[in-house]
């Protein structure tokens, strides 16, 4: 990397692949003082795709073939938004070819593909850092500030609920995110993003008792119905290192639910609570205000919360889910220019993993199980 150019890779272009890519090019606009970034080469499945999303995200070059993107000398960083089951084999190429990492979620679908990724990342010196944005939500710091303030007092239980319903419909089709292949379903899907905001919130999870269920064992596909081999639903009790309880509840299958992660955060003198569904806001409970207006008040973002300020000088006017990934982008790009760095790396990820594996290991033995 030249001290002020950033050329990027990217591997993958659908839901992610277009996220990041977003993320690429509004960086500088948006915040004005990261190095210049050059948009070099995309890869995908296929000459065909990988040159049209190429011509319409902005990227230079275009291959059918993902380790060209890692072997182009004028990479510096490579964004992997493929399926997880690619996740070990392109981030340790990506690696060992001496790039930095920017991988999306969850790292792996074994906690044994996951300690080799960490591996990798420690054997290079890179930055290696995962795709978790929604710890990236300037409310989200507000909310880290107020705790750390002590604005509710200690904390003794956290709630988070992260539901949606594309797999609601029976009749939906089989798709990759039903192979065992890319891990247990539910958690690494969705009950990891909970997992990042609890690491980023209050530290380490100690001990878990998982249940899951999978209410649509088979989908179908062209050829017929296939099994379902991942669970849909998961809900885990928690135990923090902190002491305080909790749980997560995780479901691809819940009808009428768009992108909720629904938050209460509940301490001595006070509640928190946030859902996802409306960003831009959460909701304050605090005993020091005089008993005749006890009462949650709404607080809005707006550009006291940084960093809003860099996208729009009036409050009020709201974030989207791709700021969170601009934001995500340049938390990586400081970490890459060596500034202190909100994000969870390889080295905070394999906590998620090793909860991850811990509650797959109590559901299966039905019982509670420590996090290694
Ligand atoms: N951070 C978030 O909020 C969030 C949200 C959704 C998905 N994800 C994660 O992003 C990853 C991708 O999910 P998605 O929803 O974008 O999937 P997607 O199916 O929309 O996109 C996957 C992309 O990978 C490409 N691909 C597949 N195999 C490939 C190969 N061998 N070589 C090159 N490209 C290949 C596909 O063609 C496609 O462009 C998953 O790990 C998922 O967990 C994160």
């Known amino acids: 990397?030249?001290?002020?150019?950033?050329?990027?890779?990217?591997?993958?272009?659908?839901?992610?692949?277009?996220?990041?890519?977003?993320?690429?090019?509004?960086?500088?606009?948006?915040?004005?003082?990261?190095?210049?970034?050059?948009?070099?080469?995309?890869?995908?499945?296929?000459?065909?795709?990988?040159?049209?999303?190429?011509?319409?995200?902005?990227?230079?070059?275009?291959?059918?073939?993902?380790?060209?993107?890692i072997a182009d000398p004028e990479v510096d960083v490579v964004s992997i938004t493929t399926p997880n089951k690619f996740h070990l084999e392109m981030a340790n190429a990506a690696l060992t070819a001496g790039k930095h990492v920017w991988?999306?979620?969850?790292?792996?679908?074994?906690?044994?593909?996951?300690?080799?990724?960490?591996?990798?990342?420690?054997?290079?010196?890179?930055?290696?850092?995962?795709?978790?944005?929604?710890?990236?939500?300037?409310?989200?710091?507000?909310?880290?500030?107020?705790?750390?303030?002590?604005?509710?007092g200690p904390v003794n239980h956290v709630r988070i609920e992260m539901d949606e319903d594309f797999m609601a419909d029976p009749e939906a089709p089989f798709q990759q995110r039903h192979e065992a292949a890319n891990g247990w379903g539910a958690i690494?899907?969705?009950?990891?993003?909970?997992?990042?905001?609890?690491?980023?919130?209050f530290g380490k999870v100690a001990r878990v008792m998982c249940d899951m269920s999978k209410p649509y064992p088979t989908r179908k596909t062209a050829d017929g119905d296939r099994d379902v081999e991942v669970y849909d639903i998961a809900t885990i009790l928690l135990r923090l290192e902190n002491g305080a309880s909790g749980y997560i509840a995780a479901s691809r299958t819940a009808w009428g639910r768009k992108g909720r992660i629904a938050i209460q955060i509940f301490g001595a003198k006070g509640t928190i609570a946030f859902d996802q569904e409306r960003m831009n806001e959460f909701q304050l409970y605090v005993t020091s205000d005089r008993p005749t207006e006890h009462g949650f008040r709404s607080i809005i973002s707006a550009p006291h919360h940084p960093p809003y300020d860099r996208f729009c000088p009036a409050p009020g006017h709201s974030l989207g889910f791709n700021d969170l990934k601009t934001i995500e982008c340049r938390q990586l790009i400081g970490r890459i220019v060596g500034e202190d760095s909100v994000g969870i790396t390889f080295e905070d990820g394999i906590f998620i993993e090793r909860t991850v594996a811990a509650a797959g290991r109590s559901f299966q033995e039905g019982r509670w199980m420590e996090v290694e």
């Open 103 to 152: 991988c999306e979620k969850p790292m792996a679908p074994t906690l044994a593909d996951a300690e080799m990724m960490l591996a990798a990342a420690r054997a290079s010196g890179k930055v290696a850092v995962l795709g978790y944005n929604y710890i990236q939500n300037p409310l989200i710091r507000h909310i880290r500030r107020l705790l750390d303030e002590g604005a509710i």
């Open 1 to 69: 990397m030249s001290k002020d150019t950033i050329g990027v890779g990217l591997i993958g272009s659908g839901f992610m692949g277009k996220a990041h890519a977003l993320a690429w090019n509004s960086v500088g606009p948006v915040f004005g003082d990261a190095p210049r970034v050059r948009l070099l080469h995309l890869g995908d499945a296929g000459e065909e795709l990988a040159a049209r999303k190429a011509r319409e995200f902005g990227f230079e070059r275009a291959s059918g073939d993902w380790r060209k993107v």
């Open 188 to 201: 690494d899907d969705f009950a990891v993003h909970p997992l990042s905001l609890i690491a980023i919130l």
